[in-house]
């Protein structure tokens, strides 16, 4: 990562598979480490309205549901949607996945 530099698309994206493979992997704190980073730099690159930044939030999302901490997966995936909706629509197929985990995780928390 050290030859893109720090802040750059292609670390953020490489942190963002990163943390995803390891919450295959069963490891979510460093799943939840990994996503952290990846939110930073997509965060300073692309701003908290962007494509890049939901999808690493629905990420953070589906971490904590793995460890099954609901509301807090809750929320990630509420702010991932949001963005979501705005960027590319609610009926886009991405903003639909999320949609099916939000009323999933409502579901499981009897909201």
């Not at 490891?27 to 908290?48: M, P, Q, R, V, Y």
């Not at 903003?95 to 579901?107: C, H």
Request: proline share 1%; with cysteine.
């Amino acid at each position: 990562m050290a030859a893109y530099g720090q802040n750059n698309p292609n670390v953020a994206k490489a942190y963002s598979n990163i943390g995803l493979t390891y919450l295959y992997l069963g490891h979510n704190e460093d799943a939840k480490h990994n996503c952290e980073e990846a939110i930073s730099i997509t965060e300073l690159l692309f701003g908290k309205e962007s494509q890049e930044y939901a999808m690493n939030m629905y990420l953070m999302g589906k971490i904590f549901e793995k460890m099954n901490k609901l509301y807090q997966a809750l929320a990630y995936y509420d702010i991932a949607m949001g963005i979501m909706e705005k960027v590319l629509g609610d009926t886009h197929a991405a903003t639909k996945v999320i949609e099916k985990d939000v009323l999933r995780v409502q579901s499981l928390l009897g909201l």
